[in-house]
């Protein structure tokens, strides 16, 4: 392996280290083991947080373990991408005194156990003959799959990509998420029974007919797709990546030379942005800026990862909008063209709308650009359901997470949106829980069936 | 899934893990809560001719900012009427049947008052009886608690009075506050006492405010000494509970207590002779629900090792206990420091060369501090490994020995076979 090869492989390692023992113990018993404690309040999976801290300061590692997975069937991956500082270490009561204990390291420590030790910590139920098909393996797909089978449901999960994981495989960096750690979860969950058909997209594999015939309930848990278009000139050009895209071919093993030393600008401000900046960053790029059409005040990405992308070296230019792609005569990217923006009015979303300012043009010369301005909804497939949605978010009743059609249940990214909710892989995680203990509350009660 | 229920002199209940005599079992309420969760009995807080308590009854120990290392209290034996805590015990018991409900007594050391309030106690349906011969404040002042279970004639005497109408089991609680308890366990034993729990608190004083010299806890400016508890006397319990478990004329069931904290401190008392444990400090510190980990861990441990019941775990240390006659003089340990994962505080160094026997050398080593033990001289008392603060950094070693296992006892007897 070359040593530039090598660089960038060292540059996609997992940042943060695990807890040694000392670390972890000597943290456990930090832990005040809170009554009613605002951490679980704050996990979207309500983990009983005290309760699992307390048991790697006893050395229960395999209770501990059994703990988090129980609440949060893919606690391994939230361990290290839950942004733990808006959750439960931003409860903390000790916030107020000393600092918060560190939960999110804490959660690795005891999930690497898991990991490591190949404890069977959960059982598939006795069959209750029920026959289930999620559509995505992602977060929200795998933990409604991981209860079902645990109450007796033959699960089938039909996932396009070629591995199981979603977001998890596919979309969250490596430095912050290794692929061994979805890996696991997935084979976890699989260990129960579940039938993960990968390389299966409904549509063009299998039909949603198909699915809504053969099985007795269906849970809609696609996610979101790629970045949608900028609507400008020069998106054909070479260099100008879907962020989406980008991302997760630095999840697919060989990592590519052709960022080292080039000038990358970065399109939107939200956290794929910053993943998009950031593992340009990794890549070897000598440059990396993020274009953002208003301030840092409007940015969507989090506290955390604005800084961690600071410290990766990003420039962020406010205010600041993609006007035009330039490219040379071989159709490769060479300079974006910006207008300069300025904030106006409070729009309908309780924002300042940014303005042009007119006359202001000027160009960057850069070597690639990333889009990261939202994805794009999979409507074709939420509609050959026959389900109805607003702009690609699917209209679900929040508190059955069932659609019109009373077999169809939806969640995680699919309906989030348009004000409802936000969008994290813990909260995909806890829906995918609530969508599976809705059909399995239906089954139980058969005389409310519709 | 391990079996954790445990039979205690014919005391059953669904775990090892009972809340002891003491302020958390003080009412119907908080048992029917310590049930509810999981806790698998309760010794009810002592009932016996009503008294009044002091404002101001608990202190506590902090050990370098860790809460709560010890605890100190003056309250008494129960201040509710008797009729109250047996109406109490008749609700509870009702709604659990399956857990066990002991009732801790404490009279005056007369033989009708033991007869009337077993009688009482047992009329509304108890699993047990505990024997309160170990308040050692307030109580033994009246010459009862302590007072009583100092002198051995007491305990055995009015052992047997209680045992003449009960018609359930009888547990005796002993005190630590006594040079060698297996002599009161004994006279227990002789009263016909079924099982006997210990420790008791031991008498302390938790400290002196250095600003008002009133010392903690105080009444009004002035101070009583109290009973001692929490996970500082768990070694000073498992010893105890140790020496009862392995005197071959202490023949019933230990219900193990002393600053029990987790499941693995109730491991350590059921493989030192304790069929079950009592619980109070932890549960005052934490609530009753730490008893979930405490099921969960056990359960799991029983698990891993491959045992099936908890049962089984009882009393498997005890044959390892012994007098030091009978420890291996040739038997030897030696400390071998691992430099790789040293962080160089160098506490072991100076714990050896100022405090025990001068043989860990610090020495550079291409201008890299290291340490090393210089074997010959290591005695194997393991206080450098103690005073390490690094897992992995000093082991403590077997070195096989030239010469065959010889303990005092056997030298001894080997040296008068020779003088004849």
Same mark, same amino acid.
């Given at each position: 392996?070359?040593?530039?090869?090598?660089?960038?492989?060292?540059?996609?390692?997992?940042?943060?280290?695990?807890?040694?023992?000392?670390?972890?113990?000597?943290?456990?018993?930090?832990?005040?083991?809170?009554?009613?404690?605002?951490?679980?309040?704050?996990?979207?999976?309500?983990?009983?947080?005290?309760?699992?801290?307390?048991?790697?300061?006893?050395?229960?590692?395999?209770?501990?373990?059994?703990?988090?997975?129980?609440?949060?069937?893919?606690?391994?991956?939230?361990?290290?991408?839950?942004?733990?500082?808006?959750?439960?270490?931003?409860?903390?009561?000790?916030?107020?005194?000393?600092?918060?204990?560190?939960?999110?390291?804490?959660?690795?420590?005891?999930?690497?156990?898991?990991?490591?030790?190949?404890?069977?910590?959960?059982?598939?139920?006795?069959?209750?003959?029920?026959?289930?098909?999620?559509?995505?393996?992602?977060?929200?797909?795998?933990?409604?799959?991981?209860?079902?089978?645990?109450?007796?449901?033959?699960?089938?999960?039909?996932?396009?990509?070629?591995?199981?994981?979603?977001?998890?495989?596919?979309?969250?960096?490596?430095?912050?998420?290794?692929?061994?750690?979805?890996?696991?979860?997935?084979?976890?969950?699989?260990?129960?029974?579940?039938?993960?058909?990968?390389?299966?997209?409904?549509?063009?594999?299998?039909?949603?007919?198909?699915?809504?015939?053969?099985?007795?309930?269906?849970?809609?848990?696609?996610?979101?797709?790629?970045?949608?278009?900028?609507?400008?000139?020069?998106?054909?050009?070479?260099?100008?990546?879907?962020?989406?895209?980008?991302?997760?071919?630095?999840?697919?093993?060989?990592?590519?030379?052709?960022?080292?030393?080039?000038?990358?600008?970065?399109?939107?401000?939200?956290?794929?942005?910053?993943?998009?900046?950031?593992?340009?960053?990794?890549?070897?790029?000598?440059?990396?800026?993020?274009?953002?059409?208003?301030?840092?005040?409007?940015?969507?990405?989090?506290?955390?990862?604005?800084?961690?992308?600071?410290?990766?070296?990003?420039?962020?230019?406010?205010?600041?909008?993609?006007?035009?792609?330039?490219?040379?005569?071989?159709?490769?990217?060479?300079?974006?063209?910006?207008?300069?923006?300025?904030?106006?009015?409070?729009?309908?979303?309780?924002?300042?709308?940014?303005?042009?300012?007119?006359?202001?043009?000027?160009?960057?010369?850069?070597?690639?650009?990333?889009?990261?301005?939202?994805?794009?909804?999979?409507?074709?497939?939420?509609?050959?359901?026959?389900?109805?949605?607003?702009?690609?978010?699917?209209?679900?009743?929040?508190?059955?997470?069932?659609?019109?059609?009373?077999?169809?249940?939806?969640?995680?990214?699919?309906?989030?949106?348009?004000?409802?909710?936000?969008?994290?892989?813990?909260?995909?995680?806890?829906?995918?829980?609530?969508?599976?203990?809705?059909?399995?509350?239906?089954?139980?009660?058969?005389?409310?069936?519709? | 899934?391990?079996?954790?229920?445990?039979?205690?002199?014919?005391?059953?209940?669904?775990?090892?893990?009972?809340?002891?005599?003491?302020?958390?079992?003080?009412?119907?309420?908080?048992?029917?809560?310590?049930?509810?969760?999981?806790?698998?009995?309760?010794?009810?807080?002592?009932?016996?001719?009503?008294?009044?308590?002091?404002?101001?009854?608990?202190?506590?120990?902090?050990?370098?900012?860790?809460?709560?290392?010890?605890?100190?209290?003056?309250?008494?034996?129960?201040?509710?009427?008797?009729?109250?805590?047996?109406?109490?015990?008749?609700?509870?018991?009702?709604?659990?049947?399956?857990?066990?409900?002991?009732? *801790?007594?404490? !009279?005056?050391?007369?033989? /009708? $008052?033991?007869?009337?309030? +077993? &009688?009482? =106690?047992?009329?509304?349906? %108890?699993?047990?009886?505990?024997?309160?011969?170990?308040?050692?404040?307030?109580?033994?002042?009246?010459?009862?608690?302590?007072? *009583?279970?100092? !002198?051995?004639?007491?305990? /055995? $005497?009015?052992?047997?009075? +209680? &045992?003449? =109408?009960?018609?359930?089991? %009888?547990?005796?609680?002993?005190?630590?506050?006594?040079?060698?308890?297996?002599?009161?366990?004994?006279?227990?034993?002789?009263?016909?006492?079924?099982?006997?729990?210990?420790?008791?608190?031991?008498?302390?004083?938790?400290?002196?405010?250095?600003?008002?010299?009133?010392?903690?806890?105080?009444?009004?400016?002035?101070?009583?000494?109290?009973?001692?508890?929490?996970?500082?006397?768990?070694?000073?319990?498992?010893?105890?509970?140790?020496?009862?478990?392995?005197?071959?004329?202490?023949?019933?069931?230990?219900?193990?207590?002393?600053?029990?904290?987790?499941?693995?401190?109730?491991?350590?008392?059921?493989?030192?002779?304790?069929?079950?444990?009592?619980?109070?400090?932890?549960?005052?510190?934490?609530?009753?629900?730490?008893?979930?980990?405490?099921?969960?861990?056990?359960?799991?441990?029983?698990?891993?090792?491959?045992?099936?019941?908890?049962?089984?775990?009882?009393?498997?240390?005890?044959?390892?206990?012994?007098?030091?006659?009978?420890?291996?003089?040739?038997?030897?340990?030696?400390?071998?420091?691992?430099?790789?994962?040293?962080?160089?505080?160098?506490?072991?160094?100076?714990?050896?060369?100022?405090?025990?026997?001068?043989?860990?050398?610090?020495?550079?080593?291409?201008?890299?501090?290291?340490?090393?033990?210089?074997?010959?001289?290591?005695?194997?008392?393991?206080?450098?490994?103690?005073?390490?603060?690094?897992?992995?950094?000093?082991?403590?070693?077997?070195?096989?020995?030239?010469?065959?296992?010889?303990?005092?006892?056997?030298?001894?007897?080997?040296?008068?076979?020779?003088?004849?």
């Amino acid at each position: 392996m070359d040593s530039m090869t090598s660089q960038l492989q060292r540059n996609f390692v997992e940042l943060t280290n695990r807890m040694t023992k000392n670390e972890a113990l000597e943290e456990a018993n930090r832990c005040l083991y809170c009554y009613d404690a605002p951490c679980i309040k704050a996990c979207p999976t309500s983990i009983q947080i005290p309760n699992f801290i307390k048991k790697i300061a006893s050395g229960n590692m395999k209770g501990s373990a059994t703990t988090i997975l129980e609440a949060n069937p893919i606690g391994a991956s939230c361990a290290r991408v839950c942004p733990t500082e808006e959750l439960c270490e931003g409860a903390c009561v000790l916030n107020a005194s000393t600092k918060p204990i560190k939960i999110g390291h804490l959660q690795r420590y005891a999930t690497d156990w898991a990991m490591e030790s190949d404890a069977q910590l959960f059982s598939k139920g006795q069959s209750n003959g029920q026959k289930v098909a999620i559509i995505g393996a992602g977060p929200a797909g795998l933990s409604a799959a991981r209860d079902l089978s645990r109450f007796g449901y033959s699960v089938t999960i039909y996932e396009a990509e070629s591995k199981a994981g979603g977001l998890g495989s596919y979309g969250i960096v490596s430095f912050r998420l290794p692929n061994e750690v979805v890996d696991w979860e997935v084979e976890q969950i699989a260990k129960l029974g579940v039938d993960i058909k990968t390389n299966t997209t409904v549509g063009i594999d299998i039909s949603a007919e198909a699915i809504l015939e053969q099985y007795d309930s269906v849970i809609l848990a696609v996610g979101m797709g790629a970045v949608p278009n900028l609507r400008i000139e020069g998106e054909e050009l070479a260099g100008v990546h879907d962020a989406i895209e980008f991302v997760k071919q630095t999840k697919m093993g060989a990592l590519t030379k052709d960022l080292v030393g080039k000038r990358v600008a970065v399109i939107g401000a939200g956290n794929t942005a910053i993943d998009g900046a950031t593992c340009a960053v990794r890549l070897g790029a000598e440059n990396v800026k993020i274009l953002y059409r208003r301030t840092q005040k409007e940015m969507t990405a989090y506290k955390f990862e604005y800084e961690f992308a600071k410290q990766d070296g990003v420039e962020f230019n406010w205010l600041t909008a993609p006007q035009k792609i330039i490219g040379d005569e071989a159709g490769q990217v060479v300079g974006i063209e910006c207008v300069k923006m300025k904030l106006g009015e409070v729009g309908a979303d309780g924002r300042q709308r940014p303005e042009v300012v007119e006359g202001s043009n000027f160009i960057i010369k850069v070597d690639a650009v990333i889009k990261a301005i939202g994805q794009t909804r999979f409507v074709s497939l939420i509609e050959a359901f026959g389900l109805k949605h607003t702009d690609g978010v699917v209209d679900i009743d929040e508190t059955t997470m069932q659609t019109p059609n009373k077999k169809v249940f939806a969640c995680g990214d699919v309906v989030f949106g348009n004000g409802q909710g936000e969008a994290m892989v813990v909260t995909a995680a806890q829906q995918g829980k609530d969508a599976a203990q809705m059909i399995h509350n239906r089954l139980k009660k058969p005389s409310e069936l519709a | 899934m391990a079996d954790l229920r445990i039979d205690l002199a014919g005391i059953k209940s669904p775990n090892p893990f009972w809340l002891a005599s003491a302020p958390p079992t003080n009412s119907g309420y908080q048992v029917q809560r310590a049930f509810e969760a999981g806790w698998g009995g309760a010794v009810w807080k002592t009932l016996g001719e009503p008294i009044l308590n002091v404002s101001s009854r608990f202190a506590a120990v902090s050990y370098n900012g860790q809460r709560v290392a010890g605890f100190n209290n003056i309250e008494l034996i129960t201040d509710r009427p008797l009729e109250v805590n047996l109406q109490e015990i008749y609700e509870t018991k009702k709604r659990f049947p399956n857990h066990a409900i002991i009732v *801790s007594l404490m !009279v005056e050391p007369k033989q /009708e $008052k033991w007869h009337e309030i +077993v &009688k009482k =106690v047992e009329d509304v349906g %108890v699993d047990g009886l505990e024997l309160n011969f170990g308040c050692p404040h307030g109580m033994a002042e009246r010459g009862m608690g302590s007072a *009583s279970g100092q !002198v051995p004639e007491l305990v /055995e $005497k009015q052992t047997y009075w +209680v &045992k003449e =109408v009960a018609r359930t089991p %009888v547990i005796v609680k002993l005190t630590p506050n006594i040079t060698d308890i297996t002599v009161t366990a004994e006279a227990a034993t002789r009263g016909g006492a079924d099982a006997i729990s210990m420790i008791n608190t031991i008498n302390s004083l938790a400290g002196v405010d250095l600003d008002t010299w009133n010392t903690v806890p105080h009444v009004g400016g002035k101070g009583a000494h109290g009973g001692y508890c929490g996970p500082a006397v768990k070694p000073i319990a498992l010893n105890m509970v140790a020496e009862c478990a392995r005197n071959p004329s202490i023949n019933v069931p230990i219900s193990g207590i002393g600053g029990i904290s987790n499941w693995q401190d109730a491991a350590e008392f059921m493989l030192m002779g304790a069929t079950g444990v009592q619980v109070c400090t932890a549960a005052m510190h934490h609530g009753f629900s730490i008893v979930e980990d405490m099921i969960d861990g056990l359960n799991n441990y029983l698990d891993d090792k491959g045992i099936a019941s908890v049962m089984d775990l009882v009393g498997r240390t005890v044959p390892r206990y012994s007098d030091w006659g009978n420890l291996d003089l040739n038997y030897k340990i030696v400390a071998e420091i691992n430099n790789d994962v040293c962080i160089n505080c160098n506490k072991c160094h100076i714990a050896c060369e100022d405090t025990s026997h001068q043989c860990i050398d610090l020495y550079t080593e291409s201008g890299r501090p290291m340490l090393k033990v210089r074997e010959q001289d290591c005695v194997g008392c393991n206080l450098c490994s103690i005073v390490c603060p690094v897992d992995g950094a000093i082991t403590m070693v077997e070195r096989k020995s030239a010469i065959a296992p010889m303990t005092w006892n056997e030298r001894q007897s080997l040296i008068s076979n020779l003088a004849k």
